[in-house]
C-alpha cells in the first residue's frame, strides 16, 4: 500500500522557519505533479503550493515569497521550507498529489504551530 509520510513540523515562534518533508512509499513523486496542503482547526483542507513534474511551481496567495515547494525525485521526498511563519499558518500540513490528480490515501499530518 502506498503510503505519504509527513514530517519536520514543530512548534515555532512568529517569524521562524521550519522545513517539511514528505516521504512516499511508491515512488509517487517521481510520476506525479504534487502539492502541500494544510487544515487549520474548524477549517477545510486548503492547497498551500504545487509542483509539477517538470518542476514549476505555483503558491496561495497567502504564502507567496515565504514558503518554497521543492522534490528531490530520487530520495521520492517533497519538502515546504516555510519563513517567515505567521500565527495564520498553524495548521496540520499534508503532502499529497495535486488538485486535479488522483489522490492517495491521506497520511496523518504534520502540526506545525507559530506562537504569537
Known amino acids: 500500500q502506498v503510503q505519504l509520510k509527513e514530517s519536520g513540523g514543530g512548534l515555532v515562534q512568529t517569524g521562524g522557519s521550519l522545513r517539511l518533508s514528505c516521504v512516499d512509499s511508491?515512488?509517487?513523486?517521481?510520476?506525479?505533479?504534487m502539492a502541500w496542503y494544510r487544515q487549520a482547526p474548524g477549517k477545510q483542507r486548503d492547497l498551500v503550493a504545487s509542483i509539477t513534474l517538470g518542476g514549476s511551481t505555483n503558491y496561495a496567495d497567502s504564502v507567496k515569497g515565504r514558503f518554497t515547494i521543492a522534490k528531490n525525485s530520487a530520495k521520492n521526498t517533497l519538502y515546504l521550507q516555510m519563513n517567515s511563519l505567521k500565527p495564520e499558518d498553524t495548521a496540520i500540513y499534508y503532502c499529497?498529489?495535486?488538485?486535479?490528480?488522483?489522490?492517495?490515501?491521506w497520511g496523518q499530518g504534520t502540526q506545525v504551530t507559530v506562537s504569537s
Open positions: 511508491g515512488s509517487i513523486i517521481s510520476f506525479n505533479n
Open positions: 499529497n498529489t495535486g488538485p486535479t490528480s488522483y489522490q492517495y490515501d
